[in-house]
């Protein structure tokens, strides 16, 4: 039978317990904000979820994931005990990450510094890989859903559990879809969608891309989006052995991070590899050496695999001049992705996008 919301300690006011000092973020599902337990005089965030567009059973499900995925280093601390209701809000208290989220940590049409990737990575990955093993996946891997503990990124964590289901299970399919969400959800025409894995593990690969490019790689996983087509049609190719040009925004990673990239983000749920694959490929160098010098002067070795460490043994190909590389306008998408906290939500047509030069348009992220 299920939990009645009269077992969720009530107050009359937040502000009882809590002051408030300033919002860290909002979207559909309400509002996080950060204050200070009075009783504790310790800093916390404040996940408010409004009655009015959050079922009892929602947020129930969410806190109780909340606390037993509290137990990885990598996840979020939520606070068991100190969930309470107002009059017209759920409320979860989970601890604060001062320097923000990935999101706001990642340069535009740069992206971070390869070692500073894995280091991100590896915890989220961790992270995940537990849900996992618990029979759960988050659906909602992007980099508003990490925080950040300290500059180095050595200590982050994955957050928001509002739309974290049970593997096997079914749901509803949403109208829109944002760079993270996978094909079988683009493209789903019934109204149920199994969930599985596989979408946290392409989620986690459009994760890794935007991370070391700061760009998307396309804007939705559908063949209508031309950069997605331009992945696909490579990506068929190469599993057919035969050689096709490699899309202008994969130019920089190596054939090793190509390798995995293509396990993570094959189209079909059923090829992607476990997220635990990608531990395999941590000590590999991800990002040619000499991108920025030299262009790569034929077609020819494209799909070309080599094997190679970070110790420097092997030879790269797949280089440009980051100067034939045009971007779209960062401000714009970036207001887009931060319309969609919630993941999944709706997305407007970006119609500003724009193209300065002949050469494939990779698109700007985070």
Request: aromatic fraction near 10%.
């Amino acid at each position: 039978m299920e939990t009645t919301n009269d077992l969720l300690p009530t107050v009359a006011d937040a502000n009882e317990r809590f002051r408030t000092i300033r919002e860290l973020g909002s979207g559909t599902y309400g509002r996080v904000v950060l204050a200070l337990d009075r009783e504790l005089q310790q800093r916390c965030a404040l996940k408010i979820l409004q009655k009015s567009t959050t079922k009892y059973r929602d947020f129930h499900r969410e806190y109780n994931y909340s606390i037993v995925l509290s137990a990885h280093r990598s996840i979020i601390n939520t606070f068991a005990g100190r969930c309470f209701q107002t009059a017209d809000a759920y409320i979860i208290v989970q601890e604060y990450a001062p320097l923000g989220d990935l999101f706001e940590s990642i340069p535009p049409q740069r992206g971070l510094p390869e070692r500073a990737v894995k280091t991100i990575m590896k915890q989220v990955a961790s992270a995940l890989e537990f849900m996992h093993e618990q029979g759960l996946v988050h659906r909602d891997v992007k980099p508003e859903n990490i925080m950040i503990f300290d500059a180095d990124f050595r200590k982050v964590k994955l957050i928001d559990f509002g739309m974290t289901r049970r593997c096997g299970s079914y749901v509803r399919r949403l109208i829109g879809s944002i760079p993270y969400s996978p094909p079988e959800v683009c493209d789903a025409h019934s109204n149920d969608i199994l969930v599985s894995s596989s979408m946290d593990v392409w989620a986690f690969g459009v994760l890794l891309f935007c991370s070391l490019t700061g760009n998307f790689p396309w804007e939705h996983a559908q063949e209508s989006d031309v950069y997605y087509n331009e992945y696909l049609q490579w990506l068929r190719h190469h599993q057919m052995q035969s050689r096709y040009k490699l899309p202008s925004q994969w130019y920089k990673f190596s054939s090793r991070l190509m390798r995995i990239f293509r396990k993570m983000l094959d189209p079909d749920p059923l090829k992607r590899c476990e997220i635990i694959e990608i531990s395999k490929y941590y000590d590999d160098r991800w990002i040619n050496d000499q991108f920025n010098s030299h262009r790569r002067s034929s077609n020819e070795d494209e799909g070309v695999e080599e094997d190679f460490s970070s110790s420097g043994s092997g030879t790269e190909c797949n280089t440009i001049n980051s100067s034939t590389t045009s971007n779209t306008d960062f401000e714009e998408l970036t207001q887009l992705m931060r319309n969609s906290l919630t993941g999944f939500d709706n997305l407007l047509t970006n119609d500003n996008l724009k193209s300065s030069s002949s050469a494939a348009t990779a698109k700007t992220c985070c």
